[in-house]
């Protein structure tokens, strides 16, 4: 099974500021099998980014994703009020896993 | 627009079984998958399984083999989670989830239902 492990557990930003989180994977696994979504609390997760670097529908330009073999990241240009949430790296394709989550906070 | 309805909460004895359901509406049912994730009070998303709605297919998660049964309704665009031999760290919101889907490998969950809390109480 592929473990992803996602840092920094907490990151303490103020609006306006960058934000960049990591998800490293305990293999190789393809770009195009990787994604982000964004959950608030009492809400579902939303998808923002799938194929390690392609925004979802209605995403803002303000997310973006890189990264390819076992390190990924999400990166938020400048974050917006609605950006503090919890964010989780997935992995999919053959099978499926998530990250443990790191929390944007202000 | 592709939407997932769950069932309403649910408050369950230890041993009980409890049974979930996500019925979607705007999208051809059978076109894809349907997962079930579960979050436990303050905790990450945990995967249980997926059933191909086209095939009836199931898989599940190594964890809940045994427990877990994800059935489907091609009449009624509804699947189902049921989970048996509830403890009290069962207790938790249970989401179902689409994918793409084709020759088992799957994509994205791109559309989810709003969750379901199950407690698991004495």
């Known amino acids: 099974e592929v473990v992803l492990t996602q840092s920094p557990g907490t990151l303490s930003l103020s609006p306006g500021e960058r934000a960049t989180l990591s998800c490293r994977a305990s293999?190789?696994?393809?770009?195009?099998?990787f994604a982000w979504y964004q959950q608030k609390p009492g809400q579902p997760p939303r998808l923002l980014i799938f194929g390690a670097s392609n925004r979802a529908a209605g995403i803002p330009d303000r997310f973006s994703g890189s990264g390819s073999g076992t390190d990924f990241t999400l990166t938020i240009s400048r974050l917006e009020p609605e950006d503090f949430a919890v964010y989780y790296c997935?992995?999919?394709?053959?099978?499926?896993?998530f990250g443990q989550g790191t929390k944007v906070e202000i | 627009q592709a939407h997932l309805v769950q069932s309403g909460a649910e408050v369950k004895k230890p041993g009980a079984s409890v049974k979930v359901s996500c019925k979607a509406s705007?999208?051809?049912?059978?076109?894809?998958?349907m997962h079930w994730v579960r979050q436990a009070p303050g905790q990450g998303l945990e995967l249980m399984g997926w059933i191909n709605t086209g095939t009836g297919k199931t898989k599940y998660t190594q964890k809940f083999q045994g427990r877990v049964t994800i059935t489907r309704d091609t009449s009624a665009s509804t699947a189902y989670m049921e989970l048996s031999s509830l403890r009290s760290e069962d207790t938790a919101l249970y989401f179902c989830?689409?994918?793409?889907?084709?020759?088992?490998?799957?994509?994205?969950?791109?559309?989810w239902g709003q969750g379901t809390m199950v407690t698991v109480s004495s």
């Open positions: 997935q992995q999919y394709g053959s099978s499926q896993t």
């Open positions: 293999q190789s696994i393809s770009s195009n099998f």
């Open positions: 705007g999208y051809p049912f059978t076109s894809y998958a």
């Open positions: 989830a689409r994918s793409g889907v084709i020759r088992e490998v799957i994509y994205t969950f791109d559309v």
